[in-house]
């Protein structure tokens, strides 16, 4: 062969191929970015317009209809979701996976543009914006001390957040709990009564009175001057002195009719942090996106560093920590992934010296690991990628099979050695009698991991840079064998410790192995019928493994931070919900195992104020005895027995790019919503019998509080009253309305007009509230207005464009998602009438495409497999031969994953598929030489147990230097290490049975094909 040839000729050559390689390799590593999954822009497109004072039937059946009949008509949508809420229209569209999001985003915009005509003519523009699931912060900050929350809340929004906005790859900053300083008109009903003002009186003077104008230049021969119109009030004291109106020559001022104070905006949020045990302080929280592209560990780290330039320099009385930080998950579960890279390499180098029991030899082939690893990194760096879970999985899971290639040339040239050859001539002519079948059994590795590099949908976005570096490894594993090693060999492989007691001990040994393996190989071509059944035995004890396993998408992890979710009665007041907060706070402060948290009331845009959310941090894994779901267990019982709350931890971990959320996710759909509602309870109850399902929750929302002003318009057209009036008089008295601004030391702040608290805590007070009318008499509201109390809805959700219900809930970690999903489908069968469906959601979902399309690239794989392997060998039969231990393998598997308690996963299941390339190399092995000596004239069972014994020592090394390099991942308890764990596992317990199973059955059905062959054509298939 060519390659050997010349690198054998020309080793300056060939070593400059190899330190090339390193070199930029290192240069493509340290630039590597570091994340937890591959990036990807996922095609999701937001829709959201605005109806001010609309309510959830109005938007819609106004808003949202008429945009959702437009854009169901563009290609490639998957899924149209939609929530319509008081005021505001938000639909959400996801297309497929293989779209392009800014021609999605496009063609969004044009529909939208298309309907505009439909829509109302006092909404707002409709906005229109690609959506990221994952723009999710990566960091909370917690800004606290011994101020006030205004203090507090102005230094944050200021001074703090514009030092980290202009960081390199920060997207946004939300401002959790954040209540600014405000200027608050406080207004009178009895005063504005007696002066007969109305609220609009007073919003209309402080437009009028509260303005700066610029007033031009004044020009001279020599100097011009701008002038400036100050004609804003210089304190907050000074808007008591704003004239409202004159009556008969005298001036009422806004002092008559209420009052001007220096204070803060309405609380619509809060938030505290504890710090440390029983210091739980009032906070803000400021929470750190990253851009689309931006890689989140550079970003986390750019904040931190931030952070810590800022240690001393911030303003006495405040503190600022970080809260939360899901990029040191990150980072130890990919140091941990290195580490176990590092330990497998050593022990992978460590077997190779125990069947070589040579150095040099020894040390020849753990050069192929480093040089594999560098082209991996080089390939990674030109394509885009990062060091992140699914890139560093695949090269510890390659630590073994980068070496296989070396281990058969290098005791394949070893033996020529043995016989007396020179080094030169053993290292061409053995690397040549192997290099076919190196390269076969490469190319069958990449065929198996191409399909599953170009899986579609999400699941194949973010196994496409796993399939990528494992092929690239093995790739550059076979070029190093069939290059540096003869090189190497031809210059310095010596014979040595022939002598030594050892050595002799050992290769007495092996040859012991060989010769008993020739006898066990004799017995069993002479009882194939008896090894045929065994065979299919065990694979069908496989297949009944396959059925009783769990199943789910990926393992809990326990990634020392997790989520608490707090929900109140629909309508429940902030201070109630805050009070709530509190009991929670106070069961956690008990936790030992808990370090810091931050909690929230009315966290982010459209949350309500009977919402609350908990971020919590734990001292690491390694320095607590209970695991974190322990500890989630723990809270969740505590949480049950405080009344008036329905709470639940959550797991923090975002799932192949999906939205944080509950594991078990799905949606009822259908055309009534009364009857969604029945539905809804019904399924509740039902799934509330099953054990394992927990935490139950609904996106459900009825029985909001609210309170309808219905216009009597015959009366109010006698009054000469309008709708805006009646509308703005409300909104400026009872909601409060944000007039203007007021400036103070460069800063600007709103100045908002309200009626006084005590005059506005129940719907009567709305009745003796004033309007003026065209004429400009008072008349009272009461008079032209009924007001009603009554519940309504809080939003109307739908998918694809039916309306929809929720439903969301926990599993125990004894509770498989495969199996929840189950008797969700049987609940349905039950209980959903015609025309009512569900579809799973959220991690649900993404568990039944996953599955799916990892069956079709196990399918995919078989067949690229057998194409390659027919090629190679130019026959039709003995590529059967070698797919054969692939069924063989499945008993270890999934047995020892049985054994072990774990399930069958997305971790396990790409275990599985890399045993198909890892086990067809050692049937290559036997088929390969077998056909060799076939060729040289031997007899076909001649050549078999010929064959077998002498390929018997280098798949022994090739199967214990994998066992071995995966080791580490079977045994870490590092962070991350759940998910890994049962990869590793699949696959040696894999390895283990095809060893066993295929070193006899793969030569015994070689000989049954081989027969078979020669009876349909009268002659052989070798």
């Known amino acids: 062969m060519f390659l050997p040839e010349i690198s054998v000729k020309r080793p300056i050559f060939a070593t400059m191929i190899f330190v090339a390689i390193v070199v930029f390799g290192l240069i493509g590593y340290s630039r590597l970015g570091v994340d937890e999954y591959p990036h990807v822009d996922f095609p999701y497109v937001s829709v959201t317009t605005t109806l001010t004072g609309a309510s959830p039937e109005v938007i819609e059946a106004d808003v949202t209809e008429p945009l959702e009949e437009e854009i169901n008509t563009i290609p490639g949508i998957k899924n149209l979701r939609s929530s319509s809420s008081d005021g505001v229209s938000q639909i959400v569209i996801e297309f497929e996976m293989e779209r392009d999001i800014d021609i999605a985003a496009q063609d969004v915009r044009d529909k939208v543009a298309v309907a505009r005509y439909k829509l109302p003519n006092d909404i707002d523009p409709p906005i229109v914006d690609k959506e990221d699931p994952q723009a999710q912060p990566i960091m909370w900050l917690a800004v606290s001390g011994d101020k006030s929350l205004r203090e507090i809340s102005d230094y944050a929004h200021y001074d703090l957040k514009p030092k980290f906005e202009i960081l390199e790859g920060v997207g946004s900053i939300l401002e959790g709990g954040k209540r600014q300083r405000a200027v608050r008109i406080w207004l009178d009903t009895k005063k504005m009564e007696a002066f007969q003002i109305t609220a609009l009186d007073v919003t209309r003077a402080l437009k009028r009175e509260h303005k700066e104008l610029p007033g031009g230049r004044i020009e001279s021969s020599s100097i011009e001057f701008s002038v ?46 504890r710090s440390s045990p029983g210091v739980i302080e009032p906070a803000l929280g400021l929470g750190i996106k990253r851009q689309s592209d931006a890689n989140t560990v550079a970003v986390a780290k750019r904040v931190k560093v931030v952070c810590q330039k800022l240690t001393g320099l911030i303003r006495k009385g405040i503190k600022l920590d970080v809260a939360a930080d899901h990029s040191t998950f990150i980072v130890e579960s990919i140091r941990e992934v290195q580490f176990s ?69 290098l005791e394949n040239i070893y033996r020529y050695r043995e016989t007396g050859l020179t080094k030169y001539e053993s290292a061409r002519q053995g690397t040549n009698e192997v290099a076919f079948a190196t390269i076969a059994s490469t190319l069958a590795l990449v065929a198996v ?21 494992v092929a690239s490894a093995n790739l550059f594993s076979t070029f190093m064998a069939i290059t540096l090693i003869p090189m190497l060999c031809s210059r310095w492989l010596k014979l040595s410790g022939k002598k030594h007691p050892v050595y002799n001990y050992l290769e007495k040994l092996f040859l012991r192995l060989e010769s008993s393996y020739k006898f066990v190989l004799g017995i069993a071509l002479n009882h194939r019928l008896i090894v045929v059944l065994i065979a299919l035995g065990s694979f069908a004890v496989a297949m009944f493994i396959w059925q009783i396993l769990g199943k789910e998408l990926v393992p809990p992890e326990d990634q020392s931070q997790f989520v608490v979710a707090i929900k109140t009665p629909v309508g429940s007041s902030i201070d109630y919900t805050d009070s709530m907060l509190h009991k929670c706070e106070n069961v956690m402060d008990g936790v030992p195992e808990i370090r810091t948290y931050f909690g929230a009331v009315g966290l982010g845009e459209t949350t309500g104020a009977n919402k609350g959310i908990m971020f919590t941090h734990m001292i690491p894994k390694n320095e607590r005895e209970k695991t974190q779901q322990d500890i989630m267990n723990y809270l969740r019982n505590m949480f049950s027995q405080i009344p008036g709350m329905f709470a639940f931890p959550m797991d923090l971990s975002q799932t192949f790019g999906e939205r944080r959320g509950q594991p078990l996710e799905f949606t009822i759909e259908g055309p009534d919503l009364d009857e969604l509602v029945k539905l809804a309870k019904e399924f509740i109850n039902r799934m509330r019998e099953l054990k394992g399902i927990i935490d139950i929750d609904t996106d459900l929302e009825l029985g909001k509080p609210e309170v309808r002003t219905i216009i009597n318009r015959n009366k109010a057209a006698d009054l000469g009253v309008d709708a805006t009036s009646i509308g703005e008089t409300l909104q400026t008295l009872i909601g409060g309305l944000d007039v203007a601004k007021y400036k103070s030391e460069g800063k600007r702040y709103d100045v908002t007009v309200r009626l006084i608290g005590e005059q506005r805590d129940t719907p009567i007070d709305i009745r003796p509230l004033l309007i003026r009318n065209k004429e400009g008499k008072l008349i009272s509201m009461e008079d032209v207005v009924n007001v009603y109390e009554g519940m309504g809805l809080n939003v109307i959700n739908r998918l694809n464009r039916q309306r929809s219900v929720t439903i969301s809930a926990n599993l125990e970690s ?50 690229f497999t057998y194409i390659i392997l ?33 399930t069958i996963n997305i971790f396990s299941m790409i275990g599985i598929i890399l045993l198909m390339s890892i086990v067809t190399k050692n049937s290559i092995l036997l088929v390969d030489y077998t056909n060799t000596l076939r060729g040289k004239g031997l007899a076909r069972n001649d050549a078999v147990l010929q064959a077998s014994p002498v390929r018997l020592r280098p798949i022994l090394m090739t199967a214990f230097s994998t066992i071995f390099g995966i080791f580490p991942i079977i045994f870490g308890i590092g962070p991350g290490s759940e998910t890994r764990n049962p990869m590793a596992i699949a696959t040696v317990g894999g390895i283990f049975s095809s060893l066993l199973l295929t070193l006899v059955v793969v030569p015994v059905v070689y000989t049954l094909l081989d027969d078979l062959v020669l009876k349909f054509t009268g002659k052989g298939g070798g």
């Open 228 to 273: 400036k119109t100050e004609g804003e009030f210089d304190s907050p004291n000074a808007f008591n002195d704003l004239i409202i109106e004159y009556r008969k020559g005298s001036p009422i001022r806004l002092s008559d009719i209420g009052y001007a104070e220096d204070g803060m905006e309405d609380k619509r949020f809060v938030a505290r942090y």
């Open 341 to 409: 890279i590092a330990i497998g390499v050593v022990l992978a180098g460590m077997v190779v010296f125990f069947f070589l029991r040579n150095i040099r030899g020894t040390v020849f082939i753990c050069l192929t690991i480093p040089a594999a690893y560098c082209g991996v990194f080089a390939v990674m760096y030109f394509l885009g990628f990062t060091l992140n879970n699914m890139t560093m999985l695949a090269l510890a899971l390659a630590v073994g099979s980068v070496t296989d290639d070396s281990i058969v040339v």
């Open 449 to 469: 991991f191409v399909p599953v590099a170009f899986m579609k949908g999400i699941i194949g976005k973010f196994f496409y840079e796993f399939g990528i570096s």
């Open 814 to 863: 004894s509770k498989p998602l495969g199996t929840a999903v189950n008797e969700v489908n049987a609940i349905a069968k039950q209980i959903l009438p015609q025309r009512y469906t569900i579809s799973f959601t959220g991690k649900a979902e993404t568990f039944k495409e996953s599955f799916s399309s990892l069956y079709f690239a196990f399918i995919l794989a078989l067949i």
């Open 870 to 902: 027919a090629s190679l060998f130019e026959n039709f039969i003995h590529p059967f031969t070698v797919l054969l231990s692939i069924p063989l393998s499945m008993i270890g598997a999934l047995g020892i994953l049985l054994l072990t308690g774990n």
